[in-house]
């Protein structure tokens, strides 16, 4: 069945540095790709998605590009900021109904 | 616009009670799907309802039920509470297009916790 695989956490940052976090998928078909975030208390954000091969998303100085050749859609930010801490979820969605499909989140905390 | 609220925010149910989580689309959603969030862990599909009935569900026992409302809101239910029912549980809205569902939108979520 379809499933999703993301990097563990937590991911320890200091202010300004490189982020990468890893995620891949194993799908039929041809699913919707999707970046969620979760601040502390609170529930999931869309942070940025994808449709289709090749296509990238971004948001907030966050991109992640849909790789249908190596089934993976890594979540990237070119200098990360304090209150990037949080929680990120990698998901896709399946069928017209785009029931949502979630790794297992991956904890990032961004020290100065 | 409010976008989705859940009620309550928090909960504390004993074993083998029942429990009703209520959720609030957001304005112009007409699909509304409920998520178990365990601690540590990613969202799990419980089911989504469209139309007033379940149009999909995930791998959760009978115990777990829902209904939706003619104003598109709509409950959890829980029967017979288990330790391992404890979790966030969260409702997400969208539209359901012809071409399929628009991007789901998350409420806060409700922390239930099973003594």
């Known amino acids: 069945g379809n499933s999703v695989t993301q990097m563990e956490g937590p991911v320890t940052l200091s202010e300004e540095a490189f982020l990468t976090i890893n995620c891949t998928y194993t799908?039929?078909?041809?699913?919707?790709l999707f970046w969620y975030v979760q601040y502390p208390g609170e529930g999931l954000q869309l942070l940025l998605k994808?449709?289709?091969?090749?296509d990238k998303g971004s948001n907030k100085g966050f991109e992640a590009t849909y790789r249908k050749e190596t089934t993976s859609f890594h979540l990237e930010k070119g200098s990360v900021q304090v209150s990037d801490s949080a929680v990120y979820f990698c998901?896709?969605?399946?069928?017209?109904?785009?029931?949502?499909?979630f790794g297992a989140g991956t904890r990032l905390a961004v020290h100065p | 616009d409010a976008g989705v609220t859940q009620s309550p925010t928090h909960l504390i149910k004993t074993r083998g009670q029942q429990v009703t989580l209520r959720c609030s689309p957001k304005?112009?959603?007409?699909?509304v799907s409920w998520y178990q969030q365990a601690l540590g862990q990613g969202p799990q599909f419980i089911f989504q309802?469209?139309?007033?009935?379940?149009?999909q569900r995930g791998n959760f026992p009978d115990r777990f039920s829902g209904h939706q409302f003619p104003n598109y809101s709509s409950e959890l239910n829980v029967n017979a509470l288990l330790l391992g029912d404890s979790a966030l549980y969260l409702c997400?809205?969208?539209?359901?297009?012809?071409?399929?569902?628009?991007?789901?939108?998350f409420g806060q979520g409700t922390r239930l916790t099973v003594v």
């Open positions: 998901a896709l969605g399946s069928g017209g109904y785009n029931k949502l499909i």
């Open positions: 994808a449709t289709k091969a090749d």
């Open positions: 799908a039929t078909g041809y699913p919707s």
């Open positions: 304005s112009g959603h007409d699909t």
């Open positions: 309802y469209y139309e007033e009935e379940e149009r």
């Open positions: 997400a809205s969208s539209f359901s297009a012809l071409g399929g569902n628009t991007e789901a939108f």
